[in-house]
């Protein structure tokens, strides 16, 4: 299977069984949408119809180039990894290798959008103890088997509102890397309200990543982002990230923003963020439930795509200026990317990745937590519903029928399981609205990627 598409003045085709990437004038373009089961005479005289002016022997040359790709590997690769989807999975499934810690199940904002209903996740307001972190980690140590590069996430709710318990989780996991022979990488997420210095001098020793919530233009942030008096939270996180990321030497973090159907011209909201000096970002599109005001319509998916389009311009642009600037969705590696195993199972939710409330229940991750039926134990008794857990060890991109035919599998693995669940009711279905997006946003990235090689050829 191919995919070919135009963006930007760049003729694009991608081999997806060998991840091949060919950038093409017109006339080859068009020879290679026609080629499969195409006779070679044939062939030559329909695109000569198309390109008159085009010499016979050029033809000839293009499609004989064509067909030595082919015999390569390099285009009209055969897929033979479905056989192999199930096994690579089967065999890590019991390897966990990151946890989410729900260290605060309440917030100080009131947002709107917020998927885990005001930080509840569905339930009471709760903090996790430290003794139930520490737990944690010891679960995760038992259970990751000979891995070495551990991960945790600290997140909410607010994570600052339990800021002691992250203090001394992550000093107890410190104290026990050595001896375990394991490596922890920490992240936090915060909406920023009570980042003071001594968690920005905190943070910037022991945390990995930093995740910051803002939605871009103040108008937009507070529409949603509010507290629970009804009062914007803008004026007072801008300050605080702009201050925590200069701290971190403009490295590591990540301005993770939301756009809804509120704001589907999510561009301008980008432009905001790099107007007030940040360079790492994130734009998601809202989860909530379909018909839901906040939902992303099929009115909106064209401007979404559009904006995705300026957006892949935008870095272009910048990037010429000196001023690049990173876009996670952007971020792709054609020569090192993804194994292959990574590529055909998909995501390690339930089996690689848990996410753990604070009474110490495991989930499939953070958009299961109150879930019940998806509860898979706890960190004290370890997994006990096996049936779950093996339900997501089942996922992988075959195991999808409408993945089977998707050009872009190998670059999205299947997708996101709690999307899918809460868009279909399984975790084993598609969410389609979200699986077109993906596409859009992966054609811009290769673009990206395609520019970048052909201005580093230039330079040389």
């Known amino acids: 299977m191919i995919h070919q598409y135009k963006m930007a003045g760049h003729n694009i085709v991608m081999d997806i069984a060998s991840g091949a990437i060919h950038e093409v004038d017109d006339l080859t373009y068009d020879m290679i949408a026609e080629y499969p089961g195409s006779e070679r ?40 990894f479905a056989p192999m989807a199930g096994e690579l999975k089967a065999r890590t499934s019991g390897v966990v ?50 891995r070495r590069n551990l991960e945790v ?131 998601e599109p809202v989860v909530c439930a379909p018909g839901d005001a906040m939902a992303l319509t099929e009115e909106d998916f064209p401007i979404v795509c559009e904006q995705y389009e300026k957006l892949a311009e935008l870095m272009l642009k910048r990037r010429e200026e000196g001023r690049p600037f990173t876009f996670y969705h952007y971020m792709i590696d054609l ?47 370890g997994v006990d519903n096996t049936a779950v857990r093996e339900d997501f060890a089942s996922c992988n991109v075959y195991a999808r029928e409408e993945c089977r035919d998707c050009w872009a599998r190998l670059y999205c693995a299947g997708g996101c399981a709690a999307n899918a669940y809460h868009a279909t009711g399984s975790v084993r279905g598609v969410y389609e609205y979200g699986c077109r997006l993906f596409r859009k946003r992966l054609e811009c990235a290769i673009m990206l990627k395609v520019a970048e090689a052909d201005a580093e050829e230039e330079d040389e």
Not at 106 to 126: D, I, K, P, V, W
Not at 176 to 195: Q, W
């Open 41 to 80: 005479e044939a062939l030559i005289a329909s695109i000569q119809a198309k390109y008159p002016d085009a010499a016979h022997e050029e033809l000839c040359e293009i499609y004989d180039e064509i067909a030595e790709l082919a015999e390569a590997g390099q285009l009209f690769a055969e897929d033979t």
């Open 97 to 146: 290798k990151a946890l989410c810690l729900h260290v605060a199940h309440t917030c100080n904002l009131n947002c709107s959008y917020c998927f885990a209903s005001q930080g509840r996740f569905h339930g009471e307001r709760a903090i996790m103890s430290f003794e139930t972190g520490k737990r944690a980690i010891d679960f995760l140590v038992e259970n990751s088997g000979s």
């Open 153 to 283: 996430d600290f997140f909410g709710g607010e994570p600052l509102l339990n800021w002691d318990v992250v203090k001394q989780i992550v000093e107890y996991a410190r104290s026990i890397e050595k001896e375990k022979g394991k490596n922890f990488r920490f992240t936090l997420t915060t909406n920023g309200m009570l980042v003071d210095d001594e968690v920005i001098e905190y943070a910037n020793r022991e945390m990995h990543n930093v995740v910051l919530s803002l939605d871009g233009r103040k108008e937009v942030h507070d529409r949603f982002r509010k507290d629970y008096a009804g009062k914007g939270s803008y004026d007072v996180i801008v300050p605080k990230f702009q201050k925590f990321v200069e701290a971190r030497g403009g490295k590591n973090y990540y301005i993770r923003g939301t756009f809804t159907h509120a704001n589907p011209d999510f561009l301008a909201d980008i432009e905001t963020m790099l107007d007030l000096g940040f360079t790492e970002l994130s734009m």
């Open 335 to 381: 020569e090192d990317g993804p194994c292959i195993y990574k590529r055909i199972s998909g995501c390690g939710s339930g089996t690689e990745y848990m996410a753990v409330t604070p009474w110490g229940d495991l989930y499939p991750c953070h958009q299961f937590v109150g879930e019940e039926r998806f509860k898979l134990g706890d960190i004290r008794k």
